[in-house]
């Protein structure tokens, strides 16, 4: 725990000027990001007695260990550069809005040549127009439904959408007058167009014009008695109306506005916040957040309001912003919104009317969501502090292990053996610091000699890390050779995960040894999470005896002595120890026992979905791809143009010649690489063990199913042999 005084800065070193500052701790982390009018009087309010600071204000400075300033010419500068700088380093210690769910919105693609209607949840994309959010993607379903009737606009997907178009015919929607069906031209990509953003405009509340409109048609076609068609129009006025009445009318002069609500006690906080369009409630949101230091209303609403607008502009801002308490000062917050929207937005507190009865009503949704989060809270936050307390009990340690990482080897018969390491802090599963690893120091299957050498290159890292801020104590280097018996220089691999519903990860990191001799090529100096630099309590592997005492050897090299290892064996559940004979036997309704489980099985997961995918790639693989200078585009016009790799292969220079985009230097390069290979075995039927010929119907490769070599054995006697 630093003292604050030890890194205050000097007398007359902070400019009396707005900014924005940081606070980091011992390992250069970034922990909480503020702003401020005047630097100079911010900051001196953290460095008073530590007896007048708000409990949590006093962990934070007593946390960091240094401080920084940028300035920046306005107020509103310093507003858009903290919102930025929170988005990035995601510090422990700022007030943080998590969305209670994950809300699902009623998306049209307009970015696309046949706009589609469909429900998205996550990161808005560019181009495509959002409704909601709403509560329930039921609820977006039977709207849709609804409308569909006056607005038959696209809702299938890419691959029902370009099957239609290839078969000519339409599908199920088209059929019964739901779909327009611009997949075989019934309607133009201008005209689907134009029906799409009329559906848009009816979603965003202008609703009478449609109405109106259709009503003369009605009238029209029952004067000249085309009574069918006036009865098709009745039946699509009641359609809208019925859709119209889900969303019930709260302000009569159809204003748009969002309403903001805050419900808080001296620990957290909830937010609400109700979307009106049109005079009607278009969605419903709501967001809990830790309160870590002494803070308004006014400053948790700003904190929502950056929440919520950071990311939008134009419409999405709307006109006015009702909101229980206002920002101090206002004029910063009301012109950053003014910019995200391109015209003048008004943030104010509503005093009478339908306004204030309807923020009423959202304050007390705010109010009930608080009260749920609590009793949700409580019982979580009791059961996980009893399960680190019982593992700290269990394993004899100093304290409950607030971070623990695990480790699992995954291979399939001793091919692409993968490691993963999963984090959990304060008993909860952080996929942000999630790692995986591919094993390469050595062939074949050897989980103990995995595990040595994934624990040896993810503290080594650390080691190195400590190194690099200057923690390493005595002058002593990495590099000296004093700390590492083993001398090995084993191959990198690790790669990032940023959870696992991301995108596979980064690039792999260099090799350790690597790494060793020119330090790291990791970022000290901007406080974004590292890959390796923060050591856990407790390092949990999944295996007995022989992988704990290769973690515990690997840790003993390395000269760390100050982090805890255990195994869980999935046999009987036992916990084993280094340099321990009898297991540990934890009761089958430990909430430790429970926890490690979780993490072990977390471990396992992670491992064994890399694996897999690892493995899918490998048999997708084929001799084309190891032409120079082929891509993915020209080889998938040779597979289609001869319809196999066999075909291909058999074919001459000029023929390959005949494909398009393939020139004779390439279809030369194309046939020496494909001489040089060696076919695949014919495909087997595994369950008749016929040999089925390439030509009849069973390609070796094709764009649209590319091939993959079959094992022996059931799918389920192949899932048995992973580990």
Not at 104 to 121: D, G, H, I, K, S
Not at 369 to 385: C, E, N, P, W
Not at 588 to 595: D, M, Q, V
Request: proline letters at 6%; charged letters at 30%.
């Amino acid at each position: 725990m630093a003292d604050p005084s030890s890194y205050r800065p000097r007398p007359g070193e902070i400019p009396d000027t707005p900014g924005v500052y940081r606070f980091r701790d011992e390992h250069r982390r970034v922990i909480y990001v503020g702003k401020a009018k005047s630097l100079r009087q911010r900051l001196a309010n953290y460095f008073q007695d530590l007896a007048h600071l708000h409990p949590r204000t006093r962990t934070m400075v007593t946390t960091a260990a240094s401080v920084e300033w940028t300035v920046v010419s306005t107020e509103v500068e310093a507003l858009q550069l903290e919102y930025s700088w929170i988005k990035e380093y995601d510090p422990r210690f700022n007030v943080k809005y998590r969305d209670d769910k994950s809300y699902p919105y009623l998306a049209v693609t307009m970015n696309e040549e046949f706009p589609r209607v469909q429900v998205m949840r996550g990161h808005k994309k560019k181009g495509v127009r959002y409704f909601g959010p709403y509560g329930h993607a039921w609820a977006i379903r039977d709207t849709v439904d609804l409308l569909l009737r006056v607005f038959p606009v696209r809702t299938c997907s890419t691959g029902v959408f370009k099957n239609a178009a290839r078969t000519g015919r339409p599908c199920l929607l088209g059929y019964i007058g739901k779909c327009s069906a611009p997949c075989v031209g019934r309607i133009t990509p201008d005209d689907h167009w134009d029906l799409a953003d009329e559906f848009c405009d009816f979603m965003a509340g202008r609703t009478g014009t449609y109405l109106r409109r259709l009503e003369r048609q009605m009238a029209d076609a029952a004067e000249e008695m085309e009574y069918e068609r006036a009865a098709r129009l009745r039946d699509d006025i009641g359609a809208l109306k019925k859709a119209m009445e889900k969303s019930a009318v709260v302000l009569a002069d159809a204003t748009d506005a969002d309403l903001i609500a805050v419900a808080e006690d001296e620990l957290e906080a909830a937010v609400q916040i109700f979307h009106v369009r049109g005079g009607r409630v278009r969605g419903q949101r709501g967001w809990v957040t830790d309160k870590v230091e002494e803070i308004t209303t006014g400053a948790l609403v700003e904190h929502a309001l950056q929440q919520l607008y950071g990311e939008e502009s134009g419409d999405a801002v709307p006109k006015e912003v009702l909101v229980p308490a206002l920002p101090d000062p206002v004029e910063p917050v009301q012109q950053w919104l003014t910019e995200r929207r391109g015209s003048g937005v008004s943030l104010r507190i509503p005093q009478r009317g339908d306004k204030k009865a309807l923020m009423e009503t959202v304050q007390r949704n705010a109010q009930q969501a608080l009260v749920l989060h609590k009793t949700k809270r409580a019982s979580d936050l009791t059961t996980r502090s009893r399960a680190l307390e019982e593992i700290a009990e269990a394993l004899v340690l100093d304290s409950a292990p607030l971070r623990i990482e695990c480790y699992d080897i995954s291979h399939l018969q001793g091919d692409d053996v993968v490691a993963s390491m999963v984090v959990f802090e304060d008993g909860l599963a952080r996929k942000s610091e999630y790692r995986r690893f591919q094993i390469k120091g050595f062939e074949g299957q050897d989980d103990v000699r995995s595990m040595h050498e994934v624990i040896t290159r993810r503290f080594r890292r650390y080691l190195a890390e400590k190194e690099k801020t200057g923690e390493w104590a005595d002058g002593e280097s990495l590099t000296d050779g004093g700390q590492h018996a083993d001398g090995a220089q084993h191959p990198g691999g690790e790669q990032h995960v940023g959870g696992d519903s991301g995108p596979g990860g980064q690039a792999a990191a260099p090799d350790d040894g690597e790494a060793l001799t020119h330090g790291p090529a990791l970022k000290d100096d901007d406080g974004r999470p590292k890959r390796f630099a923060y050591p856990p309590q407790l390092v949990v592997v999944d295996g007995g005896q022989p992988q704990v005492a290769a973690a515990q050897r690997a840790l003993d090299e390395l000269g760390i002595d100050d982090i805890a290892v255990c195994g869980l064996a999935k046999r009987l559940e036992e916990v084993w120890l280094p340099r321990e004979d009898d297991p540990v036997v934890l009761p089958r309704t430990s909430e430790g026992l429970y926890l490690l489980q979780r993490v072990r099985d977390e471990a396992h997961r992670f491992a064994i979905t890399y694996q897999r995918t690892k493995r899918a790639k490998r048999f997708r693989a084929g001799p084309l791809d190891d032409v120079p200078g082929l891509g993915e585009t020209r080889k998938q016009a040779l597979i289609k143009h001869f319809g196999s790799v066999k075909r291909l292969r058999a074919a001459t220079i000029d023929q390959i010649c005949e494909v398009p985009g393939i020139g004779r230097k390439t279809a030369e390069t194309v046939a020496v690489a494909l001489a040089g290979a060696t076919p695949a075995g014919p495909a087997v039927n595994t369950a008749t063990g016929e040999i089925m010929d390439d030509d009849d119907g069973a390609p070796e490769t094709t764009a649209d199913a590319p091939g993959e070599p079959v094992s022996a054995g059931t799918p389920d006697e192949r899932r048995g042999q992973e580990r």
